[in-house]
């Protein structure tokens, strides 16, 4: 007999750890140094530009934003694009938005680039953030120039790739990969719009130069920001299922055909590793001849379903 969600969840949540041991770890080994150069770059380009654009991943929406970016980039108008909602848990879309408002951040809108949900949203209200603005008034020039900024690896090359499908019907103008790191300068204008004539910048990923806590840092690296083996691909992965059960997410066990929920990563991982036939014989000191262990690759969790400030 299926045991449900809710059962399982009963069933495991006394031995569910309560805290994430976060002792130890060097955050700022994690992350680079700086990224002042990209910063600076993007602040000289500030007199060509109308509006900024923020995109951030929608699975973190209350944490991991650059600060700096609204220090340094000045009071040009602002639109936060909270995108990869597709991965995002959207029950408490309103009240995200109630917290982000309450910051001061009243344009927002979720996106999901790969379907192109939500991004007709976009022009209208950049539109009309840049006609209420100072800059209406400073010459006859219809011309939009919007910057495109945010952390590395929350899609800004892909919505700007899909304001293009939508309102030029044309391709891909800048690479997108599934890591940080693809876009690494500041670019020329890429022309998203017709009527109104728009063009975006795209910008590298710049993340703040002091991460606020190791929490943080693991939420920034679970969801793409800097590549898995900086820190630890067993590390995110342990972090990702001690989320999932803290959040009662446990679709997990039934899709990985586990039969009840765990704690243990390591555990896990094996039991994964035999369900997807991804284990390799190794040589043992054993008296066996050989043993089976999964092997040392790379993971990619999603933290879909679940979003944390």
């Excluded at 944490?63 to 009071?75: D, K």
């Excluded at 304001?163 to 391709?171: D, E, F, Q, V, Y």
């Excluded at 690479?175 to 876009?183: A, C, H, L, Q, Y």
């Excluded at 243990?264 to 000191?285: E, I, N, P, W, Y």
């Amino acid at each position: 007999m299926r045991l449900t969600a809710r059962a399982l969840c009963g069933a495991a949540r006394a031995a569910w750890r309560e805290s994430f041991p976060l002792d130890g770890r060097d955050v700022a080994r994690w992350f680079p140094g700086h990224m002042a150069k990209g910063l600076k770059k993007m602040q000289s380009s500030l007199k060509l530009v109308d509006c900024i654009i923020e995109v951030h991943d929608a699975r973190i929406p209350l944490s991991g934003r650059n600060p700096l970016f609204q220090e340094t980039l000045g009071l040009k108008p602002h639109l936060l694009v909270l995108n990869k909602m597709d991965l995002a848990d959207l029950k408490e879309q309103q009240k995200i938005i109630q917290h982000l408002e309450g910051e001061g951040l009243k344009n927002v809108i979720f996106t999901n680039c790969v379907k192109d949900e939500n991004i007709k949203q976009i022009i209208p209200m950049v539109t009309e953030l840049v006609g209420s603005s100072y800059r209406y008034h400073r010459g006859e020039n219809l011309e939009y120039c919007i910057m495109v900024i945010g952390v590395p690896n929350v899609g800004k090359s892909s919505l700007i790739n899909s304001l293009r499908r939508k309102h030029l019907r044309k391709g891909k103008a800048t690479r997108v990969g599934g890591e940080p790191g693809i876009t690494r300068a500041v670019m020329s204008r890429i022309q998203v719009c017709e009527r109104p004539l728009m063009f975006l910048l795209d910008t590298p990923g710049v993340l703040a130069p002091r991460i606020q806590s190791v929490e943080t840092g693991l939420k920034l690296a679970l969801c793409g920001t800097v590549l898995d083996h900086l820190v630890g691909e067993e590390t995110l992965a342990d972090y990702l299922l001690y989320t999932l059960n803290r959040h009662q997410l446990l679709g997990y066990v039934q899709h990985y055909g586990l039969g009840e929920a765990c704690d243990d990563v390591a555990s896990v991982l094996k039991r994964v590793a035999v369900k997807l036939r991804k284990t390799q014989k190794v040589m043992s000191t054993l008296s066996s001849p050989t043993t089976l262990r999964p092997p040392e690759t790379s993971c990619e969790p999603s933290v879909a379903g679940c979003w944390a400030p």
